[in-house]
């Protein structure tokens, strides 16, 4: 009975664990890592398909925006700037301004604040100067510029500076 017993041990050792597994109806070693190998895979796809919607969604969005910044230049180029044209807000009152456009980074009635403003325009690194307006108004317009393009993509930059705020606007003089 012994050397039964001792046999049966030792033949048990000898096979291991998977042995034992298959005796129990359980699967072996390698089909547990094939198993797992398979649900890596499912998860990595299914990963990866999250990864291309997100992309495309990208895509997506920036081909609105760019639609969209196209369609702004248009209407801007077809209106000639009267949106934004100076005399329908009563007109300037400041004699010469040496750019076509200016980004207005705030308006205000007392002249200080409007010193002030432009003041911290100048620390950050930016061009500018005060514009009259007949209204009384007092403008802080900064980034001169001749192209309109260039005066769009400064806007855009400057509104996540805080220098410039949501509401900030291009003027065009003409």
Known sequence: MKKALILSLVVLLATGCDFIRTLAGRPTSAQVEEIRQERIAREEARHQAVLDSLQRVERQMADSLAALETYL?????????????????GG??????????????????????????????????????????????????????????????????????????KDGWILVNE
């Open 73 to 89: 230049l248009d209407s801007l180029a077809q209106t000639r700037g009267t949106i934004l044209n100076p005399s329908k807000m």
């Open 92 to 165: 300037l009152f400041t004699t010469k301004l040496e750019s076509k456009y200016y980004i207005i980074v705030g308006a205000f009635r007392g002249r200080s604040y409007a010193e002030r403003k432009l003041t911290s325009c100048k620390e950050a690194g930016y061009t500018g100067t005060i514009i009259s307006f007949r209204n009384g108004l007092l403008a802080v317009g900064v980034c001169p510029s001749n192209d309109l393009n260039e005066s769009l993509k400064t806007l855009k930059l400057m509104r996540g500076t805080g220098i410039c705020p």
